[in-house]
């Protein structure tokens, strides 16, 4: 016996002495395999991870769920499934994810029988999932997948009438597509019906009305009534496809004069009026009389025909038309509209003395209305413009002390500086810039900080932000355990459910949770709803101020995505590379797919013909519309058109964003008729509010992009 103990030392002696150390140590090996496949995962290199995640010997839930996921990105489905059904297991926490993905995977497979098993799973053994709905919602699609009609009826039916369910629109909807394969023409109908009347403005809607237009009504005779018809057009407007929306709303008014026929009228007319057919719209406000029924209609309409005649440049008659609406009805919701409008034009045409005391008509009649801070503002630049300057530090100092909140107290703020600057009085005019730059408020407050460095040479460089340690420092550590586990395992769709789901409970802690789905939605390159997220992170600081807002939060406000292509084309066409960062900022949200109402495509918004001229003028071969939604493409793009007006306006970034959202030719018009040798007051004296902003908005970033990250190509790439 003691020949056998004695071997057995010598046995371990052995391999303690002669194994090698990388497999003493294989623990830490693996540790560190694991962390390597992380980072590639984060570098969305899913292809190398999973070649090294298959070599960890590692056959816990959570290894398995890491590479399912990994085979997920990749849409390597049967893999994926595979390992998701090794993820499964009574003692693991994310189960009820893996359990989901695995009938997901089945689904896409066509392995009908198995995905419901595995959803039905979820369904018996997880009611406190966040994909329960999503998973009795599909078990519903895959019966219909299978043409198990009756089936999927009962379980869509089930959500569609749940109270206060999240799928109640989905499921209608889906029963309708039923009813459609049943050639149940009748009941498709109705439930379609239902769906646009219920909401005119979101996807669903505009789906039921595609699908009843080529379908169920060219299937069988079915009647349309004329709330439907108007319902109809409702979705067409709202989804800009106007000239649809016209007829739908002709058809409401041919051979009818009640509610109904007045409502059409007035969307006909509002329709003309986004198609910039403005006489068009004025024939149509004018078939709206004042004893047809529709209550508020007839005054609404003729208020609208005022905008009308402004659109048209007839100010005369617009101004008559305005005070004749004024005064006949001061009771309206639009009165305080047409005064101010009245008096906009009597300022553009150069009536100063009668805009004023129409202004001041309004803010005395109007004392609630949401156009009195604009009304002091307006007053307040007339008499600067006439260099009045008492009179308009007065007006000024009044509309900030009543509205100090407004925006254009904003504005008042930083004009009273400019006004003291007019008047050498450079010791009060140093107080205020300081005082605006240190509540570093928007645009005004990197204005204050350039007139102080201007008539200085020292650099204004805002209060070092104090709260920096205490309100950031820990952001994001205050998680549940699944969302700790989900992000560490960079399962970031299921962190961003399991997140939004934690958000709804009364007693979480939302700041570091909107932290957390800000960090998701970047590791997914979701930029639009990164930034979405961290607006509304930032209200949980002073509004208006960025004085109290952490830099860490300002870095996710002004990110740097596709850092690599900007410094690159603003390299090659010699731009500043934080000028274009803003434009895109500003035009896209760092969102490549977005197309605006008017049709611009991308990053920078481009649209089509202005992307065929640029892409002729840099030889890019061959170019279609689909390129300008490539990063690559849109910036290359983009960057070149910025620098052509750079050029155009003497290298003045102001002139040159105004140009891009306003066009060239509206600038250079402006800068004979106002004459302005100061850049600022010119940009408070566009008269089309978007170009203003816009203007405003980039220059603002600019300054900001400028002030967090000092050098463009020092900075790491934040596009993963």
């Known amino acids: 016996m003691a020949k056998k103990i004695s071997f057995f030392l010598f046995l371990v002696f052995v391999l303690i002495t002669f194994v090698p150390a990388n497999i003493i140590f294989s623990d830490d090996k693996q540790d560190q395999s694991f962390a390597d496949a992380l980072t590639l995962i984060d570098d969305g290199n899913y292809a190398d991870a999973l070649q090294i995640l298959i070599k960890i010997e590692d056959n816990s839930p959570e290894m398995k769920h890491v590479i399912a996921n990994c085979y997920v990105r990749e849409e390597v489905w049967e893999e994926a499934a595979k390992y998701y059904k090794q993820a499964i297991s009574t003692e693991y926490a994310l189960s009820d994810y893996s359990t989901y993905h695995l009938a997901r995977c089945y689904q ?55 109270k ?42 505009f789906a039921s009305l595609n699908r009843l237009e080529k379908s169920v009504l060219k299937s069988a005779e079915l009647r349309v009534a004329r709330k439907q018809l108007m319902d109809q ?12 929306a016209l007829k739908k709303y002709r058809k409401v008014v041919k051979g009818y004069q009640d509610e109904l026929t007045t409502q059409a009228f007035y969307q006909i007319g509002k329709t003309y009026f986004r198609q910039r057919k403005y006489s068009r719209a004025i024939t149509e406000f004018q078939k709206i009389k004042d004893y047809m ?3 508020g209609y007839f005054t609404s309409a003729l208020y609208q025909i005022g905008r009308c005649h402004r659109r048209l440049n007839q100010h005369q008659t617009a101004r008559k038309h305005f005070n004749s609406f004024a005064r006949k009805y001061h009771w309206s919701k639009f009165a305080d509209d047409a005064l101010y409008h009245q008096a906009r034009l009597y300022e553009v045409d150069s009536d100063a003395k009668t805009a004023v005391k129409l202004y001041q008509k309004m803010i005395g009649l109007y004392r609630y209305s949401e156009l009195v801070p604009r009304a002091y503002w307006r007053i307040g630049w007339i008499r600067f413009k006439a260099k009045q300057y008492g009179d308009s530090i007065t007006i000024f100092q009044k509309l900030v002390s009543l509205f100090p909140n407004s925006g254009w107290a904003l504005a008042a703020d930083y004009w009273i500086a400019k006004v003291h600057e007019k008047q050498k009085n450079w010791g009060k005019a140093k107080h205020n810039y300081q005082k605006i730059r240190e509540s570093d408020k928007w645009y005004y407050g990197n204005l204050a900080g350039h007139r102080i460095e201007s008539r200085t040479n020292i650099n204004s460089v805002p209060n070092q932000r104090a709260s920096e340690k205490k309100d950031w420092e820990n952001i994001g550590m205050d998680k549940t355990t699944r969302v700790e586990r989900l992000m560490y395992l960079r399962l970031y769709v299921d962190a961003v459910t399991e997140l939004k789901t934690v958000i709804k409970i009364k007693k979480s802690n939302r700041r570091d949770d909107y932290y957390n789905l800000i960090v998701c939605y970047q590791r997914l390159e979701d930029f639009k709803k990164a930034h979405y ?19 860490g939060l300002l870095r996710m406000l002004y990110p740097l995505h596709y850092k690599d292509q900007i410094a690159e084309y603003a390299a090659e066409y010699k731009i500043d590379p934080f000028f274009v960062a803003s434009m895109i900022r500003e035009e ?9 109402p008017a049709g611009a495509c991308g990053l920078m918004q481009i649209m089509p013909q202005t992307g065929r001229y640029i892409a002729k003028q840099i030889k890019m071969r061959p170019f279609h519309r689909e390129m300008l939604f490539l990063p690559a493409v849109n910036i290359r ?36 008729e106002m004459k302005a040798t100061d850049i600022e007051e010119f940009i408070e004296d566009i008269p089309i509010d978007e170009t203003r902003r816009h203007i405003k908005k980039v220059i603002d970033s600019y300054y900001t992009y400028k002030e967090l990250y000092s050098e463009f190509d020092s900075q790491p790439d934040q596009k993963s």
């Open 233 to 244: 057009g409702g979705v067409l407007y709202n989804n800009l496809r106007l000239t649809g």
């Open 108 to 162: 896409i497979l066509e392995d009908y029988e198995k995905s419901v098993k595995y959803y039905q799973r979820l369904v018996n053994h997880y009611p406190n999932s966040p994909h329960f709905s999503e998973a009795r919602f599909q078990i519903a699609v895959v019966h219909w997948e299978q043409k198990h009609y009756q089936k999927s009826i009962q379980f869509f039916a089930d959500l569609a009438n749940e």
């Open 588 to 596: 896209s949200r760092y969102n490549p797919s977005i197309i605006s």
């Open 164 to 205: 206060g369910g999240s799928y109640i629109r989905e499921a209608t909807f889906k029963m309708a597509r039923i009813y459609e394969d049943l050639q149940d023409w009748q009941k498709a109908k109705a439930l379609y019906d239902k769906l646009i009347s219920r909401n005119t403005s979101d996807q669903i809607a």
């Open 533 to 551: 997220y961290a607006e509304i992170l930032s209200k949980f600081w002073e509004p208006q101020s960025r004085d109290k807002i952490p830099e």
């Open 637 to 672: 793009l983009g960057t070149w058109y910025m620098k052509n007006l750079m050029d155009q306006f003497e290298n003045s970034m102001e002139l040159a964003s105004g140009a891009y959202n306003g066009g060239v030719n509206r600038i250079k018009r402006w800068q004979k």
């Open 293 to 295: 029924a529709g209550p």
